[in-house]
């Protein structure tokens, strides 16, 4: 499958989707429209069990949206790119896999939002991440007044947001914004590492826990207390939980079979 702005691989269970627009990957109206195709063909592949999301490179994840690009645009043609953008997005964030982003550089503006939408953030120690669309007279348009303060915070995501200031990973990961930092050169392997952990777990349960876990984080705790409950009755009817409690029993590695 060929993409003009991506560049997908897939090894054992594990997908890994590289953007490729060098020289620091920014995002375009191809970018959001194939990502959008991409997850579509992932969505419907059984056989892939995690996802990880970098960038190519050495300098950047995605140094944000091609400002070049949307410059030239009318009201009408940003509102069909932020559509577009926002399919991607939510296809991103409602995968039933876990989704792991690898930020290996820069991830500015648009480029921060996607890995918002991801379950996972593990960066690079050399990592630069900032929302610095104030200081273009706009706001973000992907998620990032949404999806950051329900991540680290109002008070946090309003000093990231109003500010527009660039933050190093070991302030992202002091403030809950990345999981782990890791070396640069390290940083693919750590992901993979948590991926092929991941990649092991049984598969209808890690559906369910993050369909529970999704729906629940905007419900009132009394809804996604009942969703949670539903989520968990489903796990029982599976072949994977009577062979996870089966071995538990009989002290032995299960093994699962995603049904």
Known sequence: MEFETLELKIVDKVAVIYLDRPPVNTLNYTS??????????????S???????????????????????????????????????RKAFDKLENLWIPVIAGINGLALGGGLELTLCCDFRICSDNAKIALPEIN????????????????IGPSRAKELLYFGDIINAEEAFSIGLVNKVAEWKELLDTCMDWANKLANKPGVAMRMMKTAMS?????????ALTHEAACFEQ????????????????????????K
């Open 136 to 151: 273009l007279a706009t706001i973000p348009g992907g998620g990032g007044t949404q999806r950051l303060p329900r991540l």
């Open 215 to 223: 729906i629940g984080v905007n419900s009132d705790l009394s809804s």
């Open 235 to 258: 796990t029982f009817v599976t072949a994977d939980r009577e062979e996870g409690m089966r071995a538990f029993v009989e002290k032995r590695k299960p093994v699962y079979k995603d």
């Open 47 to 85: 056989s892939i069990k995690v996802l990880i999301v970098t960038g190519k490179g050495e300098r950047a994840f995605a140094a944000g949206a091609d400002i070049s690009e949307m410059a030239n645009l009318d009201a009408e043609e940003i509102k069909k790119m932020n559509q577009t953008s």
């Open 32 to 45: 959001f429209e194939e990502l959008y195709r991409i997850l579509v063909n992932i969505e419907n592949d």
